[in-house]
């Protein structure tokens, strides 16, 4: 049977030459962000205090100056179009047109969306979308839930939308919003609302079609037009009908500038126009029905228990609703399912399969236009007030060069809707599976001139484009390259030479004293430890064991890719030996006594105070454990091949010798060799330190009863086992990593282990779990992961999903338990998902981890 979704992947050209131009299934997605506002680039303050700087408050009054937010959005591949859906339930002050959460500095855990919605379905050509809302009947609690969290400590838990009551005896609606292409510039659209209550009760539906504001920045700037011609909302080009002849409502959306700022407004009817005429009945619209945002209002009284469908069609003509429209819902749905099946392997369950499906539909939703021209940011626009002076030394000054306009795979559509470097190669490894020219269209991008410093550095993400991200890009780019089919040598030959820029970027820029032992800062683990890596006292200097592991990781991934490419260039052969050379003198460094501890048998960084003394921060964390991610079991025979070519990679140290029981001998070559390989493995098998019924815990819990502290200047730093959310205020108090399970380097972690299962085979056996007297494979042990990492979304034997925790409604409630959230990360002890609700990004991991059980399986299906 032909699978007509794969068809359209499988013919999309250069993304990297335009996302429509590479395929006109792109040209409209997902690409429409949850949050606008409370983001960097929306910020024109002096002290850079984003959240404050534009509040949810303004959201609805103000015109964003770079990228626009809404309810279930679709937009164009520039952002021009833009279309979504708005809500009124007659006891709310707003319209309900986005999603309300808390700031980083409301939230008693930082930043924290405050609403449940889901992304149920999702192909990679926009095909076919679905996205599902629970709206309450009661008036929405903004002050309540601002309050309540306010008035809790660190120590206590989120006051939740459903802590409320809004939901009580079920008063509330369901809406789903379901897209379907008929072709690439013809989206047929259906609205479903199920009233749950016990009530009739009434909801307005208002769908919104608008401009982006591209005008009010330049003098001159030409302004587009909506208006109405007969009954749809017509752009000159494209047009919105609505079934049924709804009324039309027309305002600007131009900042209200008497509202906000006390001062009158450029135009008549600003943003805010349609907002305040449904709920307050002014004169807000316009009445000669022609504006840059529109909207259809429909009117609804929902019975209990019905069902009631609203149809719209946005194409370049009116087509109507007739027998066509419902055939194209049905076959994008169809082959949708076809799609899915394909990825599905043999005898995977029906409840994996849809942790794999909402996984993935997540990732393709996180697909988000993203705009930023950090020139242009820090200078101020010509047709605007400046912004103040001391913005132009401020947040990402050193980047003038960025200037960004595509569509970029978000970590959460809510909460961090902006690219992060290392979440990109994760999104990159999972997207792989779906739409392969995409993943590798991420991984290049930022690499591309207009992202990548011209001194190699890769930026990290809005809040600091100079903060460092673990260097993961090489690993991802060779998975990417893998799971592709080892095909596309243009795409490895060309991320292969951006990314030997950046890694020449970390040797003369993180490598302070020389000695190939590395700094880095943040990377990602700031909360980990006792110190804010990225901040240390004066005089201090701090050696990482994560760092340096990190750049062994590195260079061993861009050896792999350079003999990979010279096996049909020869030319680089050269670079080849030089990422051997250069791996053989971080494996030495890291090697000696500098940071392992013989006595802990672990890794740990080591802080340099002003006098040269060096202090082990003796924190059982995953920064210890990242070492083995850069350790390689090789045949006896090969590693004497390799070591040929080195200067520097020494001889076989007998503790680096393995036995397979069967005379066969292995090599551990790496940051960790084979001994401490085998002194590591326990502390992380150990369920009473690293591993959890869910996989791998990121501090160890041997921190409950043996907390670590260190003097500082001033203060003493400490750590204690946090197996939720952290109770420090570190890094702004949202890096909440001090415990929980997290996926990327659970990920990692699995996928070594196949890397040793590779070579070793089941000849090689290790305990696990700690204490048992249960002897495993390295695959046997990954496979066990996998199941545990996977377990967090299944439903056990008592109903219950881990990743749900105690929420009786998300747990049983047929309406909601079958919804999945992909949670920024888990608690380690019992699973709950915690952080970002929406962070499919990484934690859609898992799907990766349906779609490819392990290396293994790819591998044979290559041969």
Not at 305 to 323: D, H, M, S
């Amino acid at each position: 049977m032909s699978n007509p979704e794969r068809e359209r992947i499988d013919a999309v050209g250069k993304p990297e030459d335009g996302l429509a131009q590479a395929s006109p299934w792109y040209r409209w997605g997902p690409y429409l962000s949850e949050r606008a506002w409370g983001t960097v680039r929306e910020d024109y303050s002096d002290g850079g205090a984003a959240w404050e700087a534009f509040p949810h408050d303004h959201a609805r009054s103000r015109a964003y100056r770079w990228s626009e937010d809404g309810l279930a959005g679709l937009c164009d591949a520039e952002q021009r179009l833009c279309f979504a859906l708005a809500f009124w339930n007659e006891r709310d002050p707003i319209l309900k047109e986005r999603i309300f959460g808390l700031t980083g500095n409301e939230g008693n855990h930082g930043e924290d969306a405050k609403e449940y919605w889901w992304y149920l379905d999702a192909t990679p050509s926009h095909s076919r979308l679905k996205w599902r809302y629970h709206y309450p009947q009661a008036a929405f609690p903004y002050d309540d839930l601002v309050a309540e969290n306010r008035r809790r400590g660190r120590e206590e838990p989120e006051y939740e939308l459903l802590d409320t009551g809004v939901f009580d005896d079920d008063r509330y609606f369901v809406i789903e919003a379901e897209y379907a292409k008929a072709d690439p510039d013809d989206v047929c659209i259906v609205v479903r609302i199920t009233n749950v209550g016990p009530e009739t009760a009434p909801l307005h539906v208002l769908p919104t079609l608008w401009f982006r504001n591209t005008w009010s920045w330049e003098p001159g700037a030409q302004r587009p037009r909506l208006s109405k011609r007969g009954d749809a909302i017509s752009t000159g080009e494209m047009v919105l009908q609505a079934e049924g002849q709804p009324p039309q409502l027309y305002c600007d959306n131009d900042t209200n500038a008497e509202r906000l700022f006390g001062v009158p407004s450029t135009v008549t009817y600003p943003k805010d126009g349609i907002n305040d005429h449904v709920v307050h009945g002014a004169p807000t619209v316009n009445p000669a029905t022609e504006g840059t945002k529109a909207a259809f209002w429909y009117r609804l009284s929902v019975a209990p228990g019905e069902i009631v469908e609203l149809r719209l069609r946005l194409a370049p003509e009116e087509r109507g609703f007739g027998k066509a429209f419902q055939q194209t819902l049905r076959q994008r749905e169809a082959e949708a399912d076809r799609f899915y099946a394909a990825l599905t392997p043999e005898g995977t369950s029906a409840e994996d399969a849809m942790i794999m499906r909402q996984g993935f539909a997540g990732m393709i939703w996180g697909k988000q236009y993203y705009h930023y021209d950090v020139a242009r940011w820090l200078a101020g626009d010509p047709a605007q007030p400046p912004p103040p002076p001391g913005r132009r030394q401020g947040r990402n000054a050193g980047w003038r060069h960025l200037d960004a306009s595509d569509v970029m795979s978000m970590p959460d559509p809510w909460e961090y809707p902006w690219f992060a470097a290392w979440d990109s190669a994760f999104h990159a490894v999972a997207l792989a599976h779906l739409d392969p020219a995409f993943a590798k269209y991420q991984l290049l991008l930022l690499c591309r001139e207009w992202f990548q410093h011209p001194n190699g550095a890769i930026p990290a993400y809005e809040w600091a484009f100079e903060d460092l991200n673990p260097p993961v890009q090489a690993w991802a780019a060779l998975q990417v390259y893998e799971i592709d089919g080892r095909r596309d040598r243009e795409f490895l030959h060309r991320i292969f030479s951006k990314l030997v820029l950046n890694f020449t970027w970390w040797v003369n820029r993180e490598d302070a004293e020389g000695n190939n032992l590395f700094e880095g800062g943040f990377l990602g683990l700031d909360n980990i430890g006792p110190i804010d890596r990225s901040h240390l006292p004066p005089g201090y200097s701090l050696e990482q064991s994560d760092a340096t592991a990190w750049m062994a990781f590195y260079c061993l991934n861009l050896l792999e890719m350079a003999r990979e490419l010279a096996a049909h260039e020869p030319a680089l052969n050269d670079l080849v030996v030089k990422f051997l050379e250069h791996f053989a003198l971080i494996t030495e460094a890291m090697g000696g006594q500098e940071l392992w501890d013989e006595e802990d048998s672990f890794y740990y960084d080591k802080l340099r105070g002003p006098d040269g003394e060096a202090t082990p921060l003796r924190v059982r964390s995953m920064v210890g454990i990242i070492p083995l991610f850069a350790t390689k079991a090789l045949r006896e025979e090969d590693f004497q091949a390799v070591r040929r070519l080195s200067k520097h990679l020494a001889d076989i140290p007998e503790e680096h010798i393995v036995h397979d029981g069967t005379g066969g001998r292995f090599v551990g070559v790496g940051v960790a060799g084979a001994g401490r390989v085998r002194r590591i493995l326990p502390h992380l098998f150990d369920e009473d330190s690293f591993l959890s019924p869910y996989g791998l815990r990121a501090l160890s819990r041997w921190h409950a009863e043996h907390p670590f502290s260190v003097e500082l200047p001033g203060y003493t730093a400490s750590v204690g086992y946090e197996p939720a959310e952290s109770t420090t205020g570190m890094f702004g108090g949202n890096s909440n990593w001090r415990g929980p399970l997290w996926m990327p380097l659970n990920y990692l972690v699995l996928r070594t282990l196949e890397d040793y299962d590779a070579n070793l085979g089941e000849g090689v056996k290790i305990e696990y779990p700690t204490g048992s007297g249960q002897l495993r494979c390295a695959r046997e042990i990954a496979e066990d992961l996998r199941q545990r990492m996977l377990s967090l979304y299944r439903r056990g034997e008592d109903g219950r999903r881990p990743a749900y925790g105690w929420v009786d409604k998300l747990q049983h409630d047929p309406h909601w338990r079958d919804n999945l959230m992909f949670f920024e990360y888990f608690h380690a002890d019992n699973g709950a998902g915690l952080g970002a609700t929406h962070q499919t990004g990484w934690t859609g991991l898992l799907a990766e981890l349906v779609a490819r059980p392990s290396d293994r399986t790819l591998r044979e299906a290559r041969r």
